[in-house]
């Protein structure tokens, strides 16, 4: 339960950023907004992935 706490708390202290950064590179230039939306998506899909499944940031699998 900690991590999974952990993780959310995480993700809501870095959305308000993410969205904000998003917005503004939408405005500028709408294709660099949509590259950073998904840049950012696919990170924290990754980064969530590698930490839950296996337990470590780098992707190494825990020894029991």
Do not use: C, D
């Not at 706490?5 to 993410?18: C, D, V």
């Not at 950073?36 to 337990?55: D, F, N, P, S």
């Amino acid at each position: 339960f900690n991590v999974a706490q952990r993780i959310h708390l995480n993700y809501a202290e870095n959305i308000n950023l993410a969205s904000i950064a998003v917005v503004a590179a939408g405005i500028v230039k709408p294709n660099y907004g949509v590259a950073v939306g998904l840049t950012y998506m696919l990170g924290r899909y990754a980064k969530i992935y590698l930490e839950h499944y296996t337990g470590s940031s780098t992707g190494e699998k825990r020894e029991p």
